[in-house]
């Protein structure tokens, strides 16, 4: 059998794409990793095993799923551009544990789909490249999905990833940072310079990891409702947090009474600002409004 070099090392990139006449689709975020020593930190950011099953969104020509299926137990990558079927079928053809679903990653049940076509025995991972575009649907589905994964690793565009890893009184925290932290650890692994692409995109990148925290101090009395009301207190950024909960609840007397009565309950100066509060300060917050009967 005749031994080819790694999908994504430049030159077979380049050969795949000129053979196939491909040019990558902006529109799709197609950026194509040309740096295999990149790829291995991806995989080992992931601490990929031979048990684990991976679920890869937007494959591409097949560089970073090559290397996934050489450490994992099995890849399941959906891919939505129909035109780069052809491509991965001849690329991944040497794997036996990797299967490609033709479908829209934001249109995908995949609590189904991943019943259909993992046995459940093995710890759960995502692990990809993502479509710019979508990363944050991409990763809020992920999050407020039911099914739990073992660790999401992904690149995204250094600028988001800033924002789902800020801390508060920063200028990149705000409703995302303390939605996904409230629930997650998350970190960025490393960064990934443009020059590590074809088409080189024009931003850097950064691979972040997110895993479920296990043991949380407090916890918001419904995750859904909470996230809701996160993005109410951030509404508008240069109003203090008080306006923007009047903003939330409505200027009625009622509500102000009730602003009044929580922030004094929990400690939280009306002036003070959204970006200010910690993500406790938040599941204080929105607690209290539940408790006192106006967020249900
Ligand atoms: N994994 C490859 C790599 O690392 O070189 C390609 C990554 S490229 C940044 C993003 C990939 O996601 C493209 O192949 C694109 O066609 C695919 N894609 C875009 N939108 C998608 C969606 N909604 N669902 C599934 N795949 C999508």
Redesign the pocket.
């Known amino acids: 059998m005749t031994e080819y070099p790694a999908i994504?090392s430049p030159a077979r990139t380049q050969a795949i794409l000129n053979r196939y006449r491909l040019s990558a689709?902006k529109s799709?975020?197609?950026?194509?990793?040309v740096d295999l020593n990149i790829l291995g930190n991806i995989v080992e950011a992931a601490e990929i095993t031979s048990d684990d099953d991976v679920i890869e969104?937007?494959?591409?020509i097949g560089?970073?799923t090559e290397q996934l299926a050489k450490a994992a137990h099995k890849v399941l990558g959906?891919?939505?551009?129909e035109n780069?079927l052809p491509v991965l079928q001849e690329t991944l053809a040497p794997y036996d544990n990797i299967e490609i679903i033709n479908e829209?990653?934001?249109k995908a049940n995949l609590p189904q789909v991943v019943k259909e076509r993992f046995t459940g025995h093995h710890p759960l991972k995502v692990v990809?490249?993502?479509?710019y575009y979508?990363t944050t649907p991409i990763v809020m589905n992920l999050l407020a999905g039911e099914l739990e994964f073992d660790a999401i690793v992904v690149m995204m565009q250094k600028e988001v990833a800033e924002r789902l890893t800020a801390v508060p009184s920063t200028k990149p925290y705000g409703s995302l940072s303390a939605i996904v932290q409230e629930m997650n650890n998350v970190e960025i692994s490393f960064i990934v310079p443009r020059t590590a692409f074809i088409p080189q995109p024009n931003v850097d990148s950064a691979i972040v990891k997110l895993t479920q925290k296990t043991a949380k101090e407090t916890v918001p009395f419904d995750e859904k409702r909470f996230a809701g009301f996160v993005r109410g207190c951030f509404m508008h950024q240069r109003k203090t947090l008080w306006n923007n909960l009047l903003g939330f609840f409505g200027k009625t007397d009622e509500a102000k009474g009730a602003i009044t009565k929580v922030l004094t309950e929990v400690q939280i100066d009306p002036g003070a600002r959204s970006e200010q509060l910690t993500i406790d300060q938040f599941v204080q917050l929105a607690n209290a409004f539940h408790d006192n009967g106006i967020l249900n």
Do not use: R
């Not at 799709?28 to 990793?33: D, I, K, P, R």
């Not at 969104?57 to 591409?60: R, Y």
């Not at 959906?78 to 551009?81: A, G, H, K, L, T």
């Open positions: 994504a689709k799709l975020g197609q950026n194509f990793l969104i937007g494959p591409g560089g970073l959906f891919e939505i551009d780069l829209d990653i934001l990809a490249n993502l479509p979508i």
